[in-house]
């Protein structure tokens, strides 16, 4: 009876989420809907400066990751703790291993950044989590992570779904995050306009011109964090950073260094 009504209510959670996330995206698409191409692979090659690994936060949340780890900066000297790390969160059609066929991951890597990419709670090879239905559940699984991650305030990057774990994260706990780095998330009309306006995190709005909802609409929000600056990549659509990598990986480079 105990195992049946665990399923019951795990259940009802993915349910939940899935609701809310076809309430939240415009015209009840998904993102599968919304953007269907492939995610393009890089075809880097082998770089003895960068190790890359994956394992499983263990604890109440497992959460599975990829991670890049420069041994050595631009200029051949070793790194020894990076100033900040990058933490890769993913869209409701995609997992971590998205940024690793991207390149993402090992360009951050070159540039001497860690780079962490997670399966979200429910997605690729971490499990669902229960406290997953809340708000609050949600800030903490993301501050968990990044206490477990040794992540003490990395930069944050967060499209489309993953705004449901982003976006309460950057207004309730600023001073947890080095940077932030939206890509059309979901839930920006959840929050009031004067708490986008307190917020001093510096942050590179990314969107596709040819996202005419769900970034158009996140746009109307994001635009209101005093720290921001605006990247448009012109005829991206939804998941932009798919369609046009190299001009995002270029802004993405261009932001950190200004962290730096």
């Not at 699984?141 to 309460?168: A, K, N, W």
């Not at 005419?212 to 921001?228: A, I, M």
Request: charged letters at 15%; glycine letters at 8%; proline letters at 7%.
């Amino acid at each position: 009876m105990g195992l049946g009504r665990h399923k019951l209510v795990v259940l009802a959670v993915v349910l939940s989420i899935t609701v809310l996330l076809y309430l939240l995206l415009p015209s009840g698409q998904s993102e599968d809907e919304v953007h269907k191409a492939e995610v393009p692979r890089s075809d880097p090659q082998s770089n003895a400066n960068i190790s890359v690994r994956t394992a499983t936060l263990a604890g109440d949340w497992p959460t599975f990751y990829r991670e890049t780890v420069p041994r050595y900066d631009g200029g051949g000297r070793e790194v020894r703790g990076r100033v900040f790390a990058v933490l890769l969160l993913h869209g409701q059609a995609f997992t971590s291993k998205t940024w690793e066929d991207l390149g993402t991951l090992n360009i951050l890597a070159e540039h001497g950044y860690r780079a962490v990419a997670i399966d979200l709670p429910g997605y690729g090879e971490s499990m669902h989590a229960l406290p997953m239905s809340s708000e609050k559940g949600r800030t903490e699984y993301l501050l968990h992570v990044m206490e477990s991650l040794g992540t003490r305030q990395p930069v944050l990057i967060s499209p489309s779904m993953s705004g449901l774990f982003s976006l309460p994260l950057l207004l309730q706990h600023p001073d947890r995050l080095k940077g932030f780095v939206p890509i059309a998330p979901v839930g920006t009309k959840s929050f009031k306009a004067q708490q986008y306006q307190q917020i001093q995190v510096p942050s590179l709005v990314v969107y596709g011109t040819r996202d005419t909802n769900l970034g158009s609409q996140s746009l109307e929000s994001l635009q209101l964090l005093p720290n921001h600056t605006l990247s448009p990549l012109e005829g991206a659509g939804h998941a932009c950073y798919l369609d046009h990598p190299e001009e995002f990986h270029a802004a993405l480079l261009m932001f950190l260094s200004k962290l730096s």
